[in-house]
């Protein structure tokens, strides 16, 4: 059974802090791997990460994927209250749909 | 900019009621997901279509019925609600061979 696992559940920082969220899975027939970030509304693209070791990165947010290990990491540094969201991690499982499967989402809480 | 809109943001219903969620995408995209969201679970898929008037089951598709008659809209169908069906509904649309799937805000039902 495809399986994608996010960790932590929930995390809650202070502004400037630096948080690293974790995803890993067990798919078949991988193809790409996908975060998206959820405020109160509709959860908006962040990076989509095809190949092992090689950064993708947008202003304090960066990303990382080990198609080795099985896993992905989402780092934002001097984290600010804006960033206080749900963070899905989503990986297309290659059918030809598009199909993609959630981990639960890591739950990010930014205090002032 | 990619538009998928839904039809209301919150709604009560009661127990056995037929619902209708509507689903509309302005980007022309052949594929339509209809996802739950709870607490802890995650994003869940209950159906998707990647045509018009052909769909298929995701991973929850029971007491769920989805249509699609034109390529910018898809319905999903609660025949007869259950307190269990309360849960944030998201929709999403991407193009037949797309990574990347454009998310609506989410309806948030309640059954009581």
């Known amino acids: 059974e495809d399986k994608v696992v996010q960790s932590p559940l929930s995390l809650v920082v202070h502004e400037g802090d630096t948080v690293t969220l974790n995803c890993s899975y067990e798919v078949t027939n991988f193809r790409s791997l996908l975060w998206y970030k959820q405020e109160k509304k509709a959860p908006t693209f962040l990076f989509m990460l095809?190949?092992?070791?090689i950064e993708k990165k947008s202003g304090r947010l960066s990303s990382i994927l080990d198609k080795k290990e099985l896993f992905s990491i989402l780092n934002i540094t001097a984290t600010q209250t804006g960033d206080s969201a749900i963070y899905l991690c989503?990986?297309?499982?290659?059918?030809?749909?598009?199909?993609?499967?959630f981990g639960q989402g890591t739950i990010l809480t930014v205090h002032p | 900019d990619v538009k998928v809109t839904q039809s209301s943001r919150y709604l009560v219903k009661r127990t056995g009621e037929k619902v209708f969620l509507e689903c509309v995408q302005d980007m022309d995209h052949e594929n339509m997901f209809w996802y739950r969201q709870d607490p802890g679970l995650g994003l869940r898929l209950i159906y998707f279509s990647y045509d018009v008037k052909m769909k298929e089951k995701g991973d929850i598709p029971e007491g769920y019925s989805v249509s699609r008659e034109k390529k910018e809209r898809f319905s999903l169908i609660l025949e007869s609600a259950s307190t269990n069906q309360t849960s944030m509904y998201l929709c999403a649309s991407s193009f037949l061979s797309g990574n990347e799937q454009y998310f609506g805000p989410g309806t948030r039902l309640t059954v009581t």
């Open positions: 095809t190949s092992s070791g």
């Open positions: 989503a990986v297309n499982r290659g059918t030809s749909y598009g199909k993609l499967t």
